[in-house]
């Protein structure tokens, strides 16, 4: 759990609270799968990511007012760019969560979000308005 001046983080590392720069939540039309991209655009913990790649344990942690959630991230990328190719722009984040884990999920987003000062753009089918 965390602290009550902290309603909900995301750890990499024990300790090591990071800024979600984005989140994008995806549902596969042909399996049902869902999928989380998570965006970090500033890491506090680049320095030890680099073991985070090689370790065994590769888990993020979300915490928040109700507990923890470990994740394992099927994909971590690195973007980069600037003018020699070589300042990090961004990692990506890609985990699968199933059904049974959804709501908990969410909720810890919502109070990420509030935390936080992000907001909700949800998809809509066409023809119909938000």
Aim: glycine content about 8%; charged content about 25%.
């Amino acid at each position: 759990m965390v602290d009550s001046t902290a309603s909900a983080v995301i750890q990499f590392f024990s300790g090591l609270n990071e800024e979600l720069s984005g989140v994008s939540l995806r549902r596969s039309n042909r399996t049902g799968e869902r999928t989380v991209l998570m965006t970090f655009e500033k890491l506090q913990a680049l320095e030890r990511l680099n073991s985070f790649t090689h370790a065994s344990t590769n888990t993020m942690r979300l915490l928040d007012v109700e507990g923890e959630i470990e994740v394992e991230p099927s994909s971590v990328q690195f973007r980069f760019g600037g003018e020699e190719g070589d300042q990090l722009q961004r990692m990506d984040c890609r985990f699968e969560i199933s059904d049974e884990h959804w709501d908990r999920f969410m909720r810890f987003m919502n109070r990420y979000a509030e935390a936080n000062g992000l907001s909700y753009r949800g998809s809509t089918p066409e023809g119909t308005s938000q």
